[in-house]
């Protein structure tokens, strides 16, 4: 982690971007200008912030909690990488994340 910006390093679509220990992954996404539409705006109501989890980082990301889950297995295309991204908060650990943009 670059600790002069306290920034975490992520990667989106092959692209990267930055993000703020203590935000939401949805937020970081938003404010970099990644087309992610989370209608709900985080009130983990609508799904349409999905993102799959690349990689390993399933495995390394705490996992969902029930009313994630339930909503992930509403989801067509889920898969067991999926997340929804209002719902992982950045921290340190997620510096290298990759991740690809549900669509």
């Given at each position: 982690m670059d600790t002069l910006s306290n920034?975490?390093?992520?990667?989106?679509d092959g692209f990267e971007f930055?993000?703020?220990p203590g935000t939401t992954l949805m937020i970081a996404l938003?404010?970099?200008g990644f087309d992610i539409e989370a209608s709900c705006e985080g009130s983990l109501a609508c799904g349409t912030c999905h993102v799959k989890l690349a990689g390993?980082?399933?495995?390394r990301v705490p996992p969902p909690a029930d009313d994630e889950?339930?909503?992930l297995d509403w989801l067509p295309g889920a898969t067991p990488a999926s997340r929804l991204s209002c719902q992982i908060v950045v921290t340190p650990e997620l510096n290298g994340?990759?991740?690809d943009i549900a669509r």
């Open positions: 920034q975490v390093h992520c990667q989106a930055e993000a703020k938003k404010s970099t390993d980082w399933p495995s889950r339930a909503m994340l990759c991740l």
